[in-house]
């Protein structure tokens, strides 16, 4: 099978999609050819030096790809790609967008207004819009003007907007695609691209994404969803308006790049045809000053950075994290709601017999029914008093276990009894590793060390019932100035840091204030309903009568600030609200059995609790150890405030016992059902206590505020139920009001005070 070369060097050029089949549809790439005497793929298969070139490379990493391609079996294969998938090092070369920016490449231009104080995400959004097409607007005429005076044919500038998602795609063709819009300029001059198009519509659309450079074309802007990162080469692209998009994806390399090719060949030397222009409104300053940290416009090299060695751990309480399901399912079986019950030596009995009914149900191997003569796991657990076994013999019960090696361990054991033995696999059995059931006085051992600093918890869950009464009241004006001043829009080089231009930007207004208030206060407050429609309207009316002004400055005024105005009308309508709330609780669990949790540190990032942290702002990248009355032997802080309380609750003389619990084991709920996990919960003789630490300027946070109003409400619970009989108090401690030294008592007497339901 010969293919005659004409040359010392044959291109052959074929879609990716075409050189694997699918399923039953085989491509011409791999059918056989008589005149080849094979298929395409055998003939270059035979080749003994066939090179790939693959470009956008990234997405040859398919499985049918990796199998086409070893399938030629190419003596190399050369990768072009933006977005490498690969972090090896075999890179031949390597030309970043700092390298050709205002050389070869459009310079980045970072656009946004600089006062937006007041206006909506939606709002925001329109401007994006409008801005970004005065400026296209305006760059037509540039480019028109250098077509002419240098005898070019027209280039015609393109727009790319990106969009949320279809639905949101589908807004914004309408608005654009309407005579609403710059008095229908745009009118059949915008297409979509993405996911939801089909057949005929979707064919029309690749057409005109194809010829859209095209003077003939009449399409302008070009909206997507996700669907033109790459493959999508257009020398005309002058504008990107990202709708979708936070601040670190505004500047992604996928993104700018449909953008960043000359027009004309090369710099032309004029700033509007040399540039790309990316609407950044909502994210503007942010951009601008992290700008030269961007890697984008900035060369990084990690290998450089000191970079710390983080090592991930398991922290475990004394019970180790193999058996404490175990443990747990042994508690509620014995219905033990206290600790303390421990201290009951049937307890501890009976406890014990519910831990080997649990592992023989989890752990051990089950019994066939061919082994009904032999005992079964229950017969095999340590019997150190010497009680008579099933059969009436006495036991001589041992378990030995043997060690491989320095670092494996035989998950085998042997259980002798009398003249009979069993030999049990437990990592074959069950899939466990190394996981024995704790001899009697190990248990023994793990129950006294468990209820020296464990406390008696119930797994709380509450339900509320509100019933609510809106009552007229005067409305106030607690916003004194409103800024009606046109904004302006500033163009600036991203490259080499310069204000490059400075617009003056349209003001919006609304043509009804007193409805779009209205609408806006009705969806803001969810015990609002349409029965409410009188009320809302008046607190509107009395408010727009406390704005001076013309009719046409309260529509500015209103179209600006609605979302603060709003806010302010929110506050004062539930101040003034009369509500009843009752609230039932039910326990879901006796007695919590906090667990083991990962945790990410450094290497040689244990310190002692006592021990203060150089530096501070790693904090959450050390675990702290030496504690005797912690449930947990080592604890992780999200703060040195946290830190300090720990080495107050060790020292304290009153203080019995303390637990930092991990994240969404506690099960408390505040707004949302979202999960809150207080800092400590504490044991004194007389109380128990559920402590959050806060700095001084958090601790107003509405979110700690609705946390705290939850823990409260808990805690009211807990005290009904406490198996200690101990009440549950709650305390809000500002981190500064935390000294080593004080007691625990005074550290809590400067706890923040938190009112709830208006007590």
Known sequence: MVVEKTSDIQIFIFNISKIFT????????????????????????????????????????????????????????????????STNKNIIYHYGLEDGAGKFLKIPVVMGRTNTAGYSDDDIEEM????????????????????????LEQVKPIVLIACKDTTHARKIKEKIDSDAFFGGRYVGKVIEIDSS?????????????????????????????????????????????????????????????????????????????????????????????????????????????????????MVEPAVENQQ????????????????QDLNNENVVENLFAEYQKAFAKKVAPKKSESDSGQMSIFDYFANDDGKETSDGTASDYKMTQTSIGTDAVDTSFTVHQGDGSLQIDLQKSSGSKNVLPYAK???????????????????????????????????????MDFDVAASRIERYDAVNGRLLQVLDADALIVENPENMLAVSLLESIPEFSSDDAEFILDVVDQYLALIEGTDEVKKKIV??????????????????????????????????????????????????????????????????????????????????????????????????????????????????????????LVETADKKYMIEVKA??????????????????????????????????YRLVPGDKIIVGNTFKYVIGMAIPVVVDGE
């Open 324 to 339: 404490i399901s175990l443990f747990d399912e042994a508690l509620c079986e014995s219905k033990v709601k206290s600790y």
């Open 441 to 479: 006085q190990e248990f023994i051992k793990k129950v006294e060390e468990l209820k020296k600093v464990a406390i008696s918890v119930p797994k709380i869950g509450i339900s509320y019932s509100s019933t609510i009464i809106f009552k007229p009241f005067t409305v106030k004006r607690n916003i």
């Open 559 to 680: 179209r600006r600030y609605a979302t603060v105005i709003v806010e302010d009308l929110r506050k004062q309508i539930y101040a003034s609200k009369e509500e009843s709330t009752e609230f039932v609780f039910n326990v879901q669990k006796d007695l919590i059995i906090f667990k083991s949790f990962a945790k990410n540190m450094k290497e040689n990032g244990r310190l002692n609790f006592k021990k203060e942290v150089p530096d501070k702002k790693n904090i959450k990248q050390y675990l702290f150890e030496g504690y005797k009355k912690s449930y947990y032997a080592e604890n992780a802080f999200d703060s040195d405030d946290e830190r300090r309380l720990s080495v107050v609750l060790e020292e304290d003389s009153e203080v019995i016992r303390f637990i930092k619990p991990p994240l969404n084991q506690l099960g408390l709920f505040y707004k949302a059902a979202k999960q809150y996990n207080p800092d400590f």
């Open 696 to 729: 001084a300027n958090q601790t107003d946070n509405e979110d700690v505020q609705e946390k705290a109003k939850a823990a409260i409400k808990w805690c009211e619970c807990a005290s009904q139920v406490d198996a200690d009989g101990k009440t549950w108090e």
């Open 22 to 85: 699918r399923g039953a549809i085989e491509f011409k790439f791999h059918k056989f050819n008589e005149n080849l005497g094979g298929s395409f793929a055998d003939v270059l298969r035979s080749f003994d030096d066939l090179v790939i070139c693959m470009d956008e490379a990234h997405r040859y990493y398919a499985p049918a790809s990796k199998k086409a391609i070893n399938y030629l079996n190419p003596v190399l294969g050369l990768e072009y790609t933006a977005t490498p998938k």
């Open 128 to 151: 994006k819009l409008k801005d970004g097409i005065k400026l296209h607007e305006r760059r037509k005429s540039i480019v028109c003007k250098y077509c002419i005076d240098n005898q």
């Open 197 to 313: 198009t089909s057949g005929a519509e979707t064919e029309e659309n690749i057409q005109k994404l194809l010829t859209i450079e095209k003077n003939t074309n009449p399409i302008e802007i070009v909206l997507h969803v996700y669907k033109l990162k790459e493959g999508w080469d257009v020398n005309n692209l002058f504008t990107i308006i990202p709708l979708n998009a936070a601040k670190s994806d505004i500047l992604a390399l996928q993104t700018i790049g449909r953008g960043l090719r000359l027009p004309f060949g090369e710099i032309t030397g004029i700033e509007e045809l040399d540039t790309l222009d990316i609407v950044a409104h909502d994210h503007y300053r942010e951009i601008v000053d992290d700008i030269k940290n961007n890697p984008v416009f900035k060369k990084r090299n990690l290998d450089e950075e000191d970079i710390p060695n983080t090592k991930t751990v």
